[in-house]
């Protein structure tokens, strides 16, 4: 067996230990996934206890921070959806008045949305709940081991890119 094979199993709990786990369960991919799994679930019900604001519409007001207007097809770029799928969570955040559109003064036809006074309220008690998880987080690690893993995360992150682009063109 190779080093890189053996890198597949990990360490399981002593309570664990007599039930087989399926291979991919104990996969870094696999146990990556259910990290950012439940820190995407806590972020959901923080944010909707915090400010109303459902998935979508918290990733917009973050996106859109204290930045200059951006481009509906910016703002659907920088959360990674489309015009459409962001469209409805747009509307709720203009009817809540946390949004403001206007003309593009370089082209009339494209609209820019902002953050209102309230709109930006409610992006700094996200920033404010995000940095406050950050820290819950990260308090158990050393400096040493925090740096460690950020070039590790960096690393991973990397290849992963690299992998995606692999796929995208073996279509």
């Known amino acids: 067996m190779s080093q890189t094979e053996s890198w597949g199993v990990a360490t399981l709990p002593a309570a664990a ?9 104990v996969m ?31 990733g917009l007001a973050a996106s859109l921070g204290r930045r200059p207007p951006m481009s509906v097809a910016r703002l659907a770029e920088a959360v990674g959806q489309d015009k459409g799928q962001i469209s409805r969570a747009l509307a709720n955040l203009l009817s809540r008045k946390l949004i403001a559109k206007s003309a593009n003064p370089e082209d009339s036809r494209e609209v820019l ?19 406050e998880r950050n820290r819950r987080l990260l308090e158990h690690l050393s400096e040493a081991e925090f740096h460690t893993l950020m070039r590790q995360v960096d690393q991973l992150t990397a290849i992963a890119t690299e992998m995606l682009e692999s796929e995208k063109s073996s279509r």
């Open 17 to 25: 230990e007599s039930e087989p786990l399926a291979p991919i369960t």
């Open 28 to 58: 870094l991919s696999s146990r990556l996934m259910v990290l950012a799994s439940l820190l995407k679930r806590g972020a959901i019900l923080r944010y909707k206890r915090l400010t109303g604001l459902s998935l979508v519409e918290f």
């Open 113 to 131: 949305i902002s953050l209102t006074p309230a709109g930006l309220v409610a992006h700094d008690a996200i920033v404010d709940g995000a940095q």
